[in-house]
């Protein structure tokens, strides 16, 4: 089986979301599966240099291909117009596509190459579809679809969706879809052999409530701030970890920071800005409880990453994994109001047993459902049966 994955990048500043990719293709080709990856050498929105990679030549690792394409032109909209014409050229090689991306140009343009080619593809939306994220742009997202997207959702073999819940709520623009609900998977690196406590020099006995995602008005930051600072204004005791940013708005990152310079967290916060690697995974094991009361999540990359470093969560109801988190016992659900943040955090601080009880929960459900391994297996299967329903 010869499987083409393409994404307009695969950079880190794009999040866990596109470097899924890389985490997918090295699961299938360790199940055998013959893996090339289509991407750009996108760096980010606001100035960065591209990413220093080879150009239209494969760059092998953990048993796939990248190909890597100059974004050009349109460079901030990650477009690449010879990674179409590559695709054009050798699209036929291949038995399937999966594109990860909607409203992308070059997503968009890769779905309909490989729609006029016969192609069978599949087609992520990466939480484009849910009503929330269409509110944004809408006119321009609805005269975008009526133009292009449309066809593409139409015409794809699969639709890929991360959880239930984003299925459910998704806006397929009037076409009917075959839907594929098959969630992401993590792998955390080595963690770093300093702790993250005693370097920055935090008590062992003080709670580590760590909110790492992109700053982004999504993520409920305007929930959580006010929830933390009802609690600080009760005199919990507690250290805010702040881990992320968002060079692509960095006016909202900067509005953040100040927000909690002025306020009763000044003393009980650190920022961490990102951070990856070894780092990231100390802190998601070190971590009491890991916060994202985000308005709305397809699935939340992050969420997983915290549960398989064994650490209980508190989300929102609108982050799309809720029932999961909700029936394994892995961490606690709130409303996406203030109140019911600052209830929910109070009960989850409230007991330190029940903590490592959830933690332990959430591990052993991210390694039984969350695992790449696993998730390859499903994805293999989801491809034959579409090459054998072609």
């Given at each position: 089986m010869r499987i083409l994955q393409i994404v307009p990048s695969i950079a880190l500043i794009y999040g866990g979301p596109s470097q899924m990719v890389m985490g997918l293709s090295a699961a299938l080709a360790a199940e055998g599966v013959e893996v090339t990856v289509l991407t750009t050498d996108s760096n980010g929105d606001m100035g960065q240099p591209p990413l220093d990679v080879p150009l239209e030549s494969p760059v092998k690792q953990d048993g796939y291909e990248i190909y890597y394409f100059r974004c050009s032109p349109f460079r901030r909209y990650?477009?690449?117009l010879n990674l179409l014409r590559w695709l054009a050229k050798y699209g036929h090689r291949y038995d399937l596509v999966h594109i990860h991306a909607l409203f992308s140009p070059v997503s968009t343009a890769a779905a309909t190459v490989a729609r006029h080619q016969n192609l069978p593809y599949i087609l992520r939306p990466l939480g484009t579809l849910d009503p929330a994220d269409l509110q944004k742009k809408r006119r321009i997202k609805n005269l975008y679809a009526a133009l292009l997207e449309r066809s593409n959702l139409a015409g794809a073999a699969a639709i890929h969706f991360t959880s239930d819940q984003e299925a459910k709520v998704s806006d397929r623009f009037g076409t009917l879809t075959h839907d594929l609900v098959i969630p992401l998977g993590v792998t955390l690196p080595k963690p770093a052999e300093q702790s993250f406590?005693?370097?920055?020099?935090?008590p062992s006995d003080r709670p580590l409530l760590l909110f790492m995602s992109r700053i982004d008005p999504k993520k409920g930051l305007d929930l959580l701030i006010p929830a933390l600072e009802n609690l600080a204004n009760e005199g919990r005791s507690?250290?805010?970890i702040l881990a992320g940013a968002n060079p692509q708005d960095q006016a909202y990152e900067a509005k953040i920071r100040d927000q909690i310079q002025?306020?009763?967290?000044?003393?009980?916060?650190?920022?961490?800005?990102?951070?990856?690697?070894?780092?990231?995974?100390?802190?998601l094991q070190e971590?009491?409880?890991?916060?994202?009361p985000s308005y709305y999540e397809n699935f939340g990359i992050?969420?997983?990453?915290?549960?398989a470093a064994g650490t209980p969560v508190v989300i929102s109801d609108q982050v799309h994994i809720w029932q999961d988190i909700t029936q394994s016992q892995s961490g606690w659900v709130s409303a996406c109001t203030i109140e019911s943040l600052t209830e929910t955090l109070r009960l989850a601080l409230s007991n330190r047993a029940e903590q490592q009880r959830r933690g332990l929960n959430a591990q052993t459900h991210a390694q039984k459902f969350y695992s790449w391994s696993a998730i390859a297996q499903q994805m293999i299967e989801a491809y034959s049966q579409i090459l054998r329903d072609d």
């Open positions: 990650k477009f690449s406590r005693s370097r920055v020099g935090i507690f250290q805010f002025s306020s009763v967290l000044h003393d009980s916060t650190t920022l961490t800005g990102f951070i990856s690697g070894g780092e990231k995974t100390t802190l971590a009491d409880l890991f916060i994202l992050a969420v997983a990453e915290a549960m």
